[in-house]
């Protein structure tokens, strides 16, 4: 019997096949978990292509796959009460998001724009309180909620800036829902991954330099997979990590650890 036979969840963040919230998918899927879906809404109705991406995906398996964009209360809403339809009460929320205008993105922080830092920190940031705002009166006891951070949140990384800001905020609040949400149950927590390639990680200046630099200098001297993340977000969200809240549990074949 797999470790999510019989339970329920949301997953937020799969724009592709190389989304990390596709490699966690995957494996949650294979463990027995039945989960619904989000696409940011699609411009042109007539031609719903972030659907399409995201159907082609998970068409054998979702229960539900909805348009949201995360600065919209209306969608966030909808979501949420279709879960509650659907699924009763869940088990688990991934939160796999986060944009940064790239002008605001490519250049140092000192340059960033007041709307440029508003509005990267509502998708990056303040989106996780949408979601947990909401899952906390769905959410089962033992329930879960998973977001993605990077190292650029601890450190400073050359090239990534504005997101390094945004996943420092993300980290802190992370820590304070896992302490508000904890007496009523809940855990909440962050999986820190090495650099991948994905359609979010594209617009981080410097990115082959980092990667080259996780293979010539991490402790395992190389960079990691994707199926790696996977199984470590599903982890993470299973009962086997029941005792786990608050953390930010690192990904990336040890690099933290570096001087
Ligand atoms: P992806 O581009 O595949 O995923 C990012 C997701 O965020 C996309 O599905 C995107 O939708 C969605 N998104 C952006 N804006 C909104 C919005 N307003 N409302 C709803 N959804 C939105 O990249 P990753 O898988 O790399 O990123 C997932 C998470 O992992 C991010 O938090 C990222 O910072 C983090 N991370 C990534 C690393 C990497 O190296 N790739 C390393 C460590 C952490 P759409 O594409 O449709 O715009």
Same mark, same amino acid.
């Given at each position: 019997?797999?470790?999510?036979?019989?339970?329920?969840?949301?997953?937020?963040?799969?724009?592709?096949?190389?989304?990390?919230?596709?490699?966690?998918?995957?494996?949650?899927?294979?463990?027995?978990?039945?989960?619904?879906?989000?696409?940011?809404?699609?411009?042109?109705?007539?031609?719903?292509?972030?659907?399409?991406?995201l159907?082609?995906?998970?068409?054998?398996?979702?229960?539900?796959?909805?348009?949201?964009?995360?600065?919209?209360?209306?969608n966030?809403?909808?979501?949420?009460?279709k879960?509650?339809?659907?699924?009763?009460?869940?088990?688990?929320?991934?939160?796999?998001?986060?944009?940064?205008?790239m002008?605001?993105l490519?250049g &140092?922080?000192h340059?960033?724009?007041?709307?440029? +830092?508003?509005?990267?920190?509502?998708? !990056?940031?303040? /989106?996780?309180?949408? %979601?947990?705002?909401?899952?906390?009166?769905?959410?089962?006891?033992?329930?879960?909620?998973?977001?993605?951070?990077?190292?650029?949140?601890?450190?400073?990384?050359?090239?990534?800036?504005?997101?390094?800001?945004?996943?420092?905020?993300?980290?802190s609040?992370?820590?304070?829902?896992?302490?508000?949400?904890?007496?009523?149950?809940f855990?909440?927590?962050?999986?820190?991954?090495?650099?991948?390639?994905?359609?979010?990680?594209?617009?981080?200046?410097?990115?082959?330099?980092?990667?080259?630099?996780?293979?010539?200098?991490?402790?395992?001297?190389?960079?990691?997979? &994707?199926?790696?993340?996977?199984?470590?977000?599903m +982890?993470?969200?299973s009962?086997?990590? !029941?005792?786990? /809240?608050?953390?930010? %549990?690192?990904?990336?074949?040890?690099?933290?650890i570096?001087?």
């Amino acid at each position: 019997m797999g470790l999510f036979e019989g339970k329920k969840g949301l997953v937020f963040g799969i724009a592709n096949d190389h989304s990390i919230a596709w490699a966690i998918t995957q494996q949650l899927h294979a463990e027995g978990a039945e989960m619904g879906f989000t696409h940011l809404p699609d411009k042109d109705p007539e031609r719903p292509r972030m659907e399409r991406r995201l159907r082609k995906l998970v068409d054998d398996f979702d229960k539900f796959i909805l348009p949201c964009d995360v600065q919209n209360e209306e969608n966030l809403d909808a979501v949420f009460a279709k879960a509650k339809e659907e699924f009763g009460e869940i088990d688990f929320v991934l939160h796999s998001i986060a944009y940064a205008p790239m002008d605001d993105l490519k250049g &140092p922080v000192h340059n960033v724009s007041r709307d440029g +830092f508003k509005l990267s920190m509502e998708i !990056s940031c303040y /989106s996780l309180i949408s %979601l947990a705002s909401r899952a906390r009166k769905i959410l089962k006891p033992g329930g879960n909620i998973l977001s993605l951070t990077y190292l650029g949140g601890e450190k400073v990384i050359p090239g990534y800036n504005i997101m390094g800001v945004c996943k420092s905020a993300l980290e802190s609040t992370i820590e304070y829902l896992a302490n508000e949400l904890g007496p009523e149950g809940f855990r909440v927590n962050a999986l820190s991954a090495g650099p991948l390639k994905t359609l979010s990680s594209s617009a981080v200046g410097e990115f082959d330099q980092m990667t080259k630099l996780y293979e010539s200098f991490s402790p395992l001297r190389r960079n990691i997979t &994707p199926e790696e993340v996977g199984k470590t977000g599903m +982890f993470l969200m299973s009962d086997q990590a !029941s005792g786990i /809240s608050g953390e930010n %549990l690192h990904v990336d074949a040890g690099y933290h650890i570096m001087g």
